[in-house]
C-alpha cells in the first residue's frame, strides 16, 4: 500500500461508471492512475484528500532487456500509460518487482504466443505499461 494524495478523480464516460482515473502524488510525484471503483462512488474522494492505494504496473506493450548500467527512469507517455526503465529486484511468474526511481510492482502479463526476453533478476528492462490502483 502506498499513500497518495489526490489532485484529480475523473470517472470515465467512455468506459463505464465503474472505471476511470485517479492523478495524485505518489512520493511526492506526479502519477496519473487508472482505478476501477466497483461501488462508483466517485464523489467520495476530495481534492487534496491523502488515501491508501495500492499501485502496480501492468504490461501492455513492450518489454525488453537492456545493457547494465541503463540509467533508471518512468516516464509518462499517455494518460495512465508508462514507460519504465528500472533493475528487476524480485521475480516470481508473472509478478515481478523493478527498482527505477521507486520501486514499483508490475505484472509482466506473459502469455505463451509472445516472444519476449526471459527476464531474470538482476536484469535492466524497459516496458511499457498502465499504472493501476486498487483504493484501499
Partial sequence: MAVVQIEAVDRSTALN???G??????DGDLFT?????PEAEWSRYRIGESIDVDVWLERT???????????????????CVYELTGVV???????????ATRRFRVDLDLTP???LPDV???DTVRLRAMLQA???
Avoid at 33 to 37: E, G, I, N
Fill in 17 to 19: 461508471e465503474c472505471e
Fill in 21 to 26: 482515473t485517479l492523478t495524485g502524488r505518489l
Fill in 33 to 37: 492512475c487508472h482505478v476501477l471503483d
Fill in 61 to 79: 506493450g513492450e518489454l525488453s532487456v537492456l545493457p547494465t548500467g541503463t540509467p533508471p527512469e518512468i516516464r509518462q507517455i499517455e494518460g
Fill in 89 to 99: 529486484v524480485e521475480r516470481e511468474g508473472q509478478d515481478a518487482e523493478v527498482q
Fill in 113 to 115: 504466443f509472445e516472444d
Fill in 120 to 122: 531474470q533478476v538482476g
Fill in 134 to 136: 486498487e483504493l484501499g
